[in-house]
Structures are given as C-alpha cells and as structure tokens.
C-alpha cells in the first residue's frame, strides 16, 4: 500500500509560479514510479510528468520547459515546480504511485488532488 498526500495548490496569476508537493507512506526507493496527472473541467485525466525509481524524467509536451518534476528521497517526496502558469493549466492535479513486484503484478495508487487555479 502507498498512501499519496498532495499540497502546494492554489490561485496564481498567469506567469506565476507554484509547486506542488506529493508525500508518499513509504520509501519513494521502493516505487516504481511517480506521475503527476491533471484534471480540468469537463476534460479527461492527462498525464503532465513522471519520475521513475532510476531518476528518468518524462513530460507531457504542453508543460516542457515549464514544469519540473524532482524528488527529495530523504522526505519521501516528489515535487512538481510549475513556473510560467496560464490559464490553461488551471485543473486539479493528482500524484499517483505505480508499484511493480512479482506476485502482486502493477499497483496503481492516488491521491486526492489538489486544485490549481491560473487566473487574472
């Protein structure tokens, strides 16, 4: 089991800057696995960035040069630095956990969200 704490949302201005947080219940070490998704209104769940275990980063191409993901091993934490906000990124934004161990197959874990309003 992993249990996923985010923080870090809020109203910011466009050209703002927020980062959000994502505590997990265990050793980030032993995850296979950390994804930020966002949800807007009346839109599907997109994947917006991921870390593996190994440190490998990927991001979704409308966030590219302007969102970070980086972890902090030591707190258990995975961090998600957005700079250069628009209006468009407003969403709720969730962290999820993929875990992968012989005999139990993929686990899929998430948190409750967190909102994040870009406005003037």
């Known amino acids: 089991q992993v249990q996923l704490v985010e923080s870090g949302g809020g109203l910011v201005q466009p050209g703002g800057s927020l980062r959000l947080s994502c505590a997990t219940s265990?050793?980030?070490?032993?995850?296979?696995?950390i994804n930020w998704f966002r949800q807007a209104p009346g839109k599907e769940r997109e994947s917006v960035a991921g870390?593996?275990?190994?440190?490998?980063?990927n991001y979704a191409d409308s966030v590219k040069g302007r969102f970070t993901i980086s972890r902090d091993n030591a707190k258990n934490t995975v961090y998600l630095q957005m700079n250069s906000l628009k209006p468009e990124d407003t969403a709720v934004y969730y962290c999820?956990?993929?875990?992968?161990?012989?005999?139990?197959?993929?686990?899929?874990?998430w948190g409750q969200g967190t909102q994040v309003t870009v406005s003037s």
């Open positions: 999820n956990a993929v875990t992968y161990r012989v005999g139990t197959g993929v686990m899929t874990y």
């Open positions: 265990r050793s980030i070490l032993s995850i296979n696995a």
């Open positions: 870390i593996t275990g190994s440190g490998n980063t």
